[in-house]
């Protein structure tokens, strides 16, 4: 059962007002006045001051209102509609700011083109996904103005409400909502902000996704239902969060020498190094972590009756790596001696980190197909990069942590389900014999999963990854062969037509690996 969050646990970890029972019945909003300026000083204040001036979480200080006085004016307040019950015919209660903060969320920027209308029209008759999208609208303000304040009341109501109905779904042992509870899990993972908070959610997605298994459901990825396909995809999306959250908590850490690991560091002390990076460094690639969050409901929404899921077109994905990896090349050719810095810096700095999140989120996106539908693909064979996108998002992650170093491995466990579920997809794709193959697409695939299999061979013999790693050697011999390439000089030409970086500064030895696998006899 999930354990309900004290007020320290929201998005801006300060102490802050309960949500008051009685304010709740009586439809009134939990709020402190605001610290009046005169308009003078507001307006040379927001003269010279941006909204990402300031931090996504606010750590508490003696300092509250000078910290107002900074902030950029919001949005005006749209407090009539929390008292207007015509309105008020939601798929939920609406309390407090909820209509404020919603309204926020969908007048928010959003410059990518999505297929279809703005899914917030239609989410507002399911109770689930209209929670899920007000949290989602919470972390997505705290980001653009530096802290929850404002909402916070609001954010923990529904957070509260969300993890009850978790809780009472779970306790029906109702098989059916397993997707269901996986995806407001996953919600929540995302709307932490906290690393052992976010882990505890998706080791609770894990272990559904087990018990699953253990019922003979989702065995055979060829049989798999939509159901279970969206389950995996839930677990993929919070893995590739989790990851990027380690991944710069450790990488601020490690530059700014706090201490000798995350684990050396209380929590409150992670926040508070968290908060000092947004302020300062983080600031620049802000415009993209929320356009990032405004095409969260996207993936978090209910799929309409009848819809289908399939293959992603992935072309959105590779095409940010490939400019991640020419930054890094630069990188490389003329600063061998700052590889770990000029890597966190280019990767979460400029962008790359909130980018190829949206084009997950596109990709899934555009694989929902209606029917007998199917989505586009493109014409041209070497130009068509389509694959399971649970497979993609997972090689993008191997590919950025153990070629590139810009990502750190998490949990041994979370791992091993994302190399399996990996290798199911790859398995499903080489005996698909119906969509059009880019070979060469495959070939990065097959070696990005082998280099994956290995990141805890040397701690632990593990059954699992060993299945996996004979797999990918034997799968990646025989494209070898249907590629007429043996040598490694040969399979680096066609890796850098996908994406590849120009020198050999991978965490691993690619070429020890390739050797064994296609230079040497492997059994199959």
Not at 297 to 302: C, L, N, V
Not at 321 to 335: C, H, I, K, P, S
Not at 425 to 454: C, H, K, P, Y
């Amino acid at each position: 059962m999930l354990k309900l969050p004290q007020p320290s646990q929201t998005l801006r970890r300060t102490a802050a007002p309960m949500v008051h029972s009685s304010c709740v019945k009586g439809d009134r909003v939990c709020v402190y006045a605001p610290v009046k300026i005169p308009l003078r000083e507001r307006r040379a204040q927001q003269k010279d001051v941006q909204p990402w001036d300031q931090t996504p979480w606010e750590v508490a200080s003696a300092s509250r209102e000078m910290a107002s006085a900074n902030r950029v004016t919001i949005p005006l307040r749209l407090s009539f509609l929390n008292r207007d019950t015509g309105f008020n015919k939601l798929g939920v209660a609406m309390p407090l700011r909820s209509h404020e903060l919603f309204q926020y969320f969908f007048e928010s920027d959003n410059d990518y083109k999505m297929p279809g209308p703005d899914c917030l029209t239609s989410l507002i008759d399911d109770p689930g996904a209209l929670r899920s999208a007000i949290l989602l609208a919470g972390m997505h303000f705290s980001f653009q103005y530096g802290d929850l304040a404002l909402f916070e009341s609001t954010f923990l109501f529904h957070k509260l409400e969300v993890m009850q109905m978790i809780n009472q779904w779970i306790a029906s042992r109702d098989s059916k909502l397993r997707a269901e509870i996986i995806r407001h899990m996953a919600t929540l993972a995302f709307t932490e902000g906290e690393l052992l908070a976010a882990e505890t959610h998706i080791s609770g997605i894990l272990a559904l996704i087990d018990t699953g298994r253990d019922n003979g459901c989702g065995q055979d990825p060829n049989i798999r239902s939509t159901d279970q396909e969206l389950a995996n995809r839930y677990f993929v999306m919070s893995y590739s969060y989790l990851c990027g959250l380690k991944s710069l908590l450790g990488g601020i850490n490690r530059i700014e020498g706090y201490a000798s690991s995350l684990d050396a560091l209380s929590g409150p002390r992670i926040v508070e190094m968290s908060n000092v990076w947004h302020r300062g460094e983080g600031g620049e690639s802000l415009a993209l972590k929320l356009q990032a969050i405004r095409l969260f409901p996207y993936f978090f929404s209910p799929l309409p009756h009848g819809a289908r899921l399939g293959n992603a077109d992935v072309y959105g994905i590779i095409e940010t790596l490939r400019e991640f990896t020419t930054g890094l090349d630069d990188v490389y050719a003329n600063q061998r001696d700052v590889h770990s810095e000029q890597t966190f810096h280019g990767f979460w700095r400029r962008g790359p980190a909130s980018k190829i999140l949206g084009d997950y989120v596109m990709a899934h996106a555009r694989s929902i197909s209606m029917g007998k539908e199917k989505p586009k693909e493109p014409k041209t064979q070497r130009t068509s990069f389509t694959s399971p996108w649970c497979g993609m998002v997972i090689a993008s992650i191997f590919y950025m942590q153990r070629v590139l170093g810009a990502l750190e491995p998490i949990q041994r466990r979370i791992h091993r389900y994302a190399i399996t579920l990996f290798q199911q997809d790859m398995a499903m794709t080489l005996s698909d014999e119906n969509t059009t193959r880019n070979d060469g697409f495959i070939l990065w695939q097959l070696l990005v999963g082998l280099i994956g299999s290995q990141t805890y061979q040397k701690e632990e013999k593990d059954r699992r990854l060993l299945v996996a790693t004979q797999f990918f050697q034997i799968a990646l011999r025989k494209q070898a062969s249907v590629l007429g390439i043996s040598s490694w000089s040969e399979a680096r030409i066609r890796l850098k037509e996908v994406v590849w970086p120009a020198g050999d500064n991978s965490c691993v030895n690619v070429k020890d690996l390739w050797d064994e696998a296609v230079c040497r006899p492997v059994a199959s």
